[in-house]
């Protein structure tokens, strides 16, 4: 039942526009045999402007898999994606708990829960099965200190530094765990022994040497320092809407949101009720990422993980008894069998469905595809910033856009004016003029503010199509150009 509800929610249709972009760099890494140095496809001068490739290792995966699979085959590695995220975080509790399996299934089953609402083909995903690996092997290193395992961890940094940047939290976590043994030693009677010490030592000394390993990537120290400004940066907190506060008011109806506080909220309950089983490190461990994911809606997806790591080490000797194990095992099976019934009747945690994901998809209908794939289509492109990703995957560089999903690098400035385009029609024509501009890409609301500026008539833009989604627009004195 477990496996039918996790599924269920995990084969999604691709709705992440990274991932076209992501993709498409990846093939250009693959062909070319390095990574590009300029974000390159826009038709602007902004296209000299550096390219942070801080995610350069998960573009060639996608360019892989979707040589491998195809379009068609995507969803289907969105469910072998949930399930192995259900059994790192199910394996990971089983260790926690002294082998309590229907207690591990269970909290797998809600950290698939609380990260479904982020459940997208992005490298996102592949960090969040790095820091699973990363905790596997800190756990093992807390019980019994191996070399190999320390080594494995390293090199998880190492990988995690090329994919994503929450990288960061690696010499983080190690740290806590530093500070969390030193601190049980100290506040448990007779508990401070040589080995917590050693231990202690061991992870205060492998929290820098994780930091020195996350240096191991194309650009070095920069790597750091842009992590690090860029989760303070002012574009990115108000163009961005996963950088948003979690408790922006438009995130109100958003069903993960509530997910994630009742499983933060419940997870607090028990550690209060069990409080004498607690370790430092569990604590720590906790209040960290609650803080994260209070500030940050993207953030909220690391609850469900903390509380697969955090609620097992509290488990009732009396639970493992085997008539309460097999009471434990229909709470299961109750459990999921509700999941996947609102699931059914709702769709997951974002709203999509294995055949459907409208709320959430700004993927390109195949409607729309089938006009941009027009080999008579060429020129710049004034497009929607949802848009420019899957634009330059599709066309490019027959058609190069305006712009494309990479804020972090055209900057919060030339953002802004991307979006200033479709609200002053003295920039907008300037714009067009000096560069060109034969065609707009637009989503429903930029074209209906489009509309409202006094240029837009049929004597200087013409509909080429639209559909639900997007509108594509050709200037007026090229109409049969291209036929």
């Given at each position: 039942?477990?496996v039918a509800a996790v599924t269920f929610i995990s084969v999604v249709p691709q709705v992440s526009n990274d991932f076209?972009?992501?993709?498409?760099?990846?093939?250009?890494?693959?062909?070319?045999?390095?990574?590009?140095?300029?974000?390159?496809?826009?038709?602007?001068?902004?296209?000299?402007?550096?390219?942070?490739?801080?995610?350069?290792?998960?573009?060639?995966?996608?360019?892989?898999?979707?040589?491998?699979?195809?379009?068609?085959?995507?969803?289907?590695?969105?469910?072998?994606?949930?399930?192995?995220?259900?059994?790192?975080?199910?394996?990971?509790?089983?260790?926690?708990?002294?082998?309590?399996?229907?207690?591990?299934?269970?909290?797998?089953?809600?950290?698939?829960?609380?990260?479904?609402?982020?459940?997208?083909?992005?490298?996102?995903?592949?960090?969040?099965?790095?820091?699973?690996?990363?905790?596997?092997?800190?756990?093992?290193?807390?019980?019994?200190?191996?070399?190999?395992?320390?080594?494995?961890?390293?090199?998880?940094?190492?990988?995690?530094?090329?994919?994503?940047?929450?990288?960061?939290?690696?010499?983080?976590?190690?740290?806590?765990?530093?500070?969390?043994?030193?601190?049980?030693?100290?506040?448990?009677?007779?508990?401070?022994?040589?080995?917590?010490?050693?231990?202690?030592?061991?992870?205060?000394?492998?929290?820098?040497?994780?930091?020195?390993?996350?240096?191991?990537?194309?650009?070095?120290?920069?790597?750091?320092?842009?992590?690090?400004?860029?989760?303070?940066?002012?574009?990115?907190?108000?163009?961005?809407?996963?950088?948003?506060?979690?408790?922006?008011?438009?995130?109100?109806?958003?069903?993960?949101?509530?997910?994630?506080?009742?499983?933060?909220?419940?997870?607090?309950?028990?550690?209060?009720?069990?409080?004498?089983?607690?370790?430092?490190?569990?604590?720590?461990?906790?209040?960290?990422?609650?803080?994260?994911?209070?500030?940050?809606?993207?953030?909220?997806?690391?609850?469900?993980?903390?509380?697969?790591?955090?609620?097992?080490?509290?488990?009732?000797?009396?639970?493992?008894?085997?008539?309460?194990?097999?009471?434990?095992?229909?709470?299961?099976?109750?459990?999921?069998?509700?999941?996947?019934?609102?699931?059914?009747?709702?769709?997951?945690?974002?709203?999509?469905?294995?055949?459907?994901?409208?709320?959430?998809?700004?993927?390109?209908?195949?409607?729309?595809?089938?006009?941009?794939?027009?080999?008579?289509?060429?020129?710049?492109?004034?497009?929607?910033?949802?848009?420019?990703?899957?634009?330059?995957?599709?066309?490019?560089?027959?058609?190069?856009?305006?712009?494309?999903?990479?804020?972090?690098?055209?900057?919060?400035?030339?953002?802004?004016?991307?979006?200033?385009?479709?609200?002053?029609?003295?920039?907008?024509?300037?714009?067009?003029?000096?560069?060109?501009?034969?065609?707009?890409?637009?989503?429903?609301?930029?074209?209906?503010?489009?509309?409202?500026?006094?240029?837009?008539?049929?004597?200087?833009?013409?509909?080429?199509?639209?559909?639900?989604?997007?509108?594509?627009?050709?200037?007026?004195?090229?109409?049969?150009?291209?036929?």
């Open positions: 039942m477990i076209w972009l992501q993709a498409k760099v990846g093939e250009l890494i693959a062909q070319n045999h390095a990574i590009p140095k300029t974000i390159l496809f826009p038709f602007t001068e902004i296209r000299d402007a550096r390219f942070n490739a801080h995610e350069w290792l998960p573009s060639l995966l996608f360019y892989w898999l979707i040589n491998t699979v195809g379009e068609d085959g995507l969803p289907f590695v969105m469910g072998f994606a949930g399930l192995a995220f259900f059994c790192a975080m199910t394996w990971l509790a089983y260790r926690r708990s002294e082998r309590s399996l229907p207690l591990a299934m269970l909290l797998g089953l809600l950290a698939v829960g609380v990260e479904n609402q982020r459940h997208y083909l992005r490298p996102e995903l592949v960090s969040l099965f790095l820091l699973g690996f990363y905790w596997h092997l800190l756990e093992t290193c807390r019980r019994r200190p191996q070399i190999l395992a320390w080594m494995s961890a390293l090199l998880v940094v190492v990988l995690w530094a090329n994919t994503h940047g929450s990288f960061i939290l690696a010499p983080i976590i190690a740290a806590i765990y530093a500070v969390g043994l030193w601190a049980d030693g100290k506040l448990t009677v007779n508990a401070w022994d040589e080995s917590q010490k050693a231990k202690a030592k061991a992870f205060a000394i492998f929290s820098i040497a994780a930091l020195a390993a996350s240096l191991i990537n194309p650009v070095g120290t920069e790597l750091l320092e842009f992590v690090l400004d860029f989760s303070h940066s002012d574009a990115a907190k108000v163009m961005v809407a996963e950088w948003l506060s979690t408790f922006d008011p438009r995130f109100r109806e958003m069903r993960g949101l509530w997910i994630s506080l009742v499983c933060a909220g419940v997870t607090a309950a028990v550690m209060l009720i069990r409080w004498r089983k607690l370790s430092a490190v569990d604590v720590l461990l906790f209040f960290m990422f609650l803080a994260l994911a209070l500030n940050t809606i993207r953030f909220l997806v690391y609850l469900g993980m903390v509380a697969a790591y955090v609620l097992p080490a509290l488990l009732p000797s009396e639970w493992q008894a085997p008539k309460n194990r097999t009471r434990a095992y229909a709470v299961c099976t109750a459990a999921s069998g509700l999941v996947l019934g609102l699931a059914i009747q709702f769709g997951n945690a974002f709203g999509a469905f294995p055949h459907m994901a409208w709320a959430t998809n700004t993927s390109f209908s195949n409607f729309m595809v089938k006009q941009l794939s027009d080999p008579n289509l060429k020129g710049n492109v004034i497009n929607s910033y949802d848009y420019g990703a899957e634009l330059v995957y599709r066309a490019y560089p027959r058609l190069r856009p305006s712009i494309d999903s990479r804020i972090d690098s055209y900057g919060g400035a030339y953002t802004v004016l991307n979006d200033r385009l479709f609200l002053e029609d003295e920039l907008l024509t300037e714009f067009v003029k000096d560069y060109d501009v034969r065609y707009m890409l637009l989503n429903q609301r930029d074209f209906h503010l489009l509309e409202k500026l006094p240029n837009w008539t049929e004597k200087h833009w013409s509909i080429r199509a639209m559909d639900q989604k997007a509108v594509l627009l050709e200037r007026a004195d090229l109409l049969g150009q291209a036929q």
